[in-house]
């Protein structure tokens, strides 16, 4: 059974940063593409982010509202993806999922995703 296991949530005010941690096997961590979604109250869950297998391997991608303010790498050693978040905005407060799926077009998709975590609170006060 695959598991992942998110980490690193908690409360942060306007302008701050945290960092989320997300632990998968070895195996899933070598041949998934590693990505982040989050879900606001009432809103539906939507893509934040993403990085290749292995650690990335140079490739990420982010949603626009993210980009610049958002940073994934990967660990390969410790079978791990982090999201560095800085700058952080009180729109930004969500429940965070790591999820394991194919890297490719349609990595933002939360259907094209196999496995998931279950999710860590982020709640950013202005």
């Known amino acids: 059974q695959v598991q992942l296991v998110e980490s690193g949530g908690g409360l942060v005010q306007a302008g701050g940063s945290l960092r989320l941690s997300c632990t998968a096997s070895?195996?899933?961590?070598?041949?998934?593409?590693m990505g982040w979604f989050r879900q606001a109250p009432g809103k539906e869950r939507e893509f934040v982010g993403a990085?290749?297998?292995?650690?990335?391997?140079?490739?990420?991608t982010y949603a626009e509202s993210v980009e610049g303010r958002f940073t994934i790498s990967g660990d390969t050693a410790q079978s791990t993806v982090y999201m560095q978040m800085n700058s952080l905005k009180p729109e930004d407060t969500a429940v965070y999922f790591c999820?394991?799926?194919?890297w490719g077009p349609g990595i933002e998709r939360a259907s094209n995703m196999n496995y998931w975590g279950k999710g860590t609170l982020v709640t950013v006060s202005s």
């Open positions: 070895p195996r899933t961590f070598s041949s998934s593409a």
């Open positions: 999820a394991a799926g194919a």
């Open positions: 990085i290749a297998g292995s650690g990335g391997r140079g490739l990420e």
